[in-house]
């Protein structure tokens, strides 16, 4: 026999339907701060003055040649607007576009990969939020053969592995939000892990430092180069550029602390440098 639902009955099941609908739609204000720990302003903004936010247009120089960011902002053609958050999480976990082409490495989905579910929904709900802007995204510039997109799918076969992050069980709360921070949000590893002729990470070598081209190159992260400062010394840098000695950071590296570790909280900073100095001590990178 059919039992049919009394009226207090069904209106609780739509309210459990409405919850449920609602604990799977993002936070766009927290969003926000995913994307600053993400670090995305920097390769989706073009390097003027009054640039667009999220526009596109950055060019990021490289030994393959030089990559531009896309537009990312909501527009239907020049943007991601016509993208369902399906298609953003795909991007971000599998480095691939909406009919599936693979993505150049140069967008840092190996690090974004192991970014959570709850955060790719806060930052696609942020992204949602941006003005939308009708520049389009400018192709890259990439020396033969690198410029064959095909040719990605051997590259992830060889330095890709794609899934969600995995908290490490030797490390304590604290420093599994760091490394959380460090590897996956933060994307560190991506500048300041060296590399090999095929552009894959010397994983031995994990955030040990590296040259990044143009006579520039990134520092080593491990505690054989932070034992010489204090936890105070490294927090006040990723605060404010500055070091005790009065030097200044790097261009590349001021901009990331005024856009990404100048905004992360005071207990994701303390995360981080608690992981960082949890890492095996190594060499810096021979020059």
């Given at each position: 026999m059919r039992r049919i639902l009394g009226p207090a009955a069904a209106g609780l099941l739509l309210l459990g339907a409405a919850i449920a609908a609602?604990?799977?739609?993002?936070?766009?204000?927290?969003?926000?701060?995913?994307?600053?720990?993400?670090?995305?302003?920097?390769?989706h903004t073009e390097e003027k003055e009054n640039a667009q936010p999220y526009a596109g247009g950055r060019a990021l120089k490289t030994p393959f040649g030089t990559f531009f960011g896309p537009n990312?902002?909501?527009?239907?053609?020049?943007?991601?607007?016509?993208?369902?958050?399906q298609d953003f999480i795909r991007a971000i976990r599998e480095g691939r576009r909406p009919d599936g082409a693979h993505y150049f490495p140069?967008?840092?989905?190996?690090?974004?990969?192991?970014?959570?579910?709850?955060?790719?929904?806060?930052?696609?709900?942020y992204l949602r939020t941006l003005p939308q802007s009708?520049?389009?995204?400018?192709?890259?510039?990439?020396?033969?053969?690198?410029?064959?997109?095909?040719?990605?799918?051997?590259?992830?076969?060889?330095?890709?592995?794609?899934?969600?992050?995995?908290?490490?069980?030797?490390?304590?709360?604290?420093?599994?939000?760091?490394?959380?921070?460090?590897?996956?949000?933060?994307?560190?590893?991506?500048?300041?892990?060296?590399?090999?002729?095929?552009?894959?990470?010397k994983r031995s070598r994990h955030l040990a430092g590296a040259k990044l081209g143009e006579g520039t190159s990134s520092s080593n992260l491990t505690p054989a180069r932070l034992k010489k400062k204090s936890d105070a010394e490294i927090?006040?840098?990723?605060?404010?550029?500055?070091?005790?000695?009065?030097?200044?950071?790097?261009?590349?590296?001021?901009?990331?602390?005024r856009n990404t570790t100048g905004k992360l909280t005071a207990e994701d900073l303390d995360a981080v440098i608690a992981y960082l100095r949890s890492l095996p001590p190594l060499p810096d990178e021979p020059k």
């Open positions: 609602s604990a799977q739609q993002g936070d766009a204000k927290r969003g926000l701060y995913v994307s600053q720990a993400a670090g995305c302003l920097g390769c990312i902002t909501p527009h239907p053609q020049a943007g991601i607007g016509r993208w369902s958050e140069a967008f840092p989905y190996p690090s974004f990969t192991r970014i959570t579910d709850g955060d790719l929904r806060d930052l696609w709900a009708s520049r389009a995204s400018e192709p890259h510039s990439l020396r033969f053969p690198f410029g064959w997109r095909w040719l990605v799918w051997a590259w992830k076969l060889l330095f890709f592995k794609p899934g969600t992050f995995t908290p490490d069980p030797a490390l304590d709360a604290e420093r599994n939000r760091g490394n959380y921070l460090v590897n996956a949000l933060g994307h560190c590893g991506e500048c300041h892990t060296p590399r090999n002729f095929l552009g894959g990470p927090k006040d840098f990723l605060q404010t550029g500055m070091t005790p000695d009065g030097d200044v950071a790097a261009e590349s590296m001021a901009e990331v602390v």
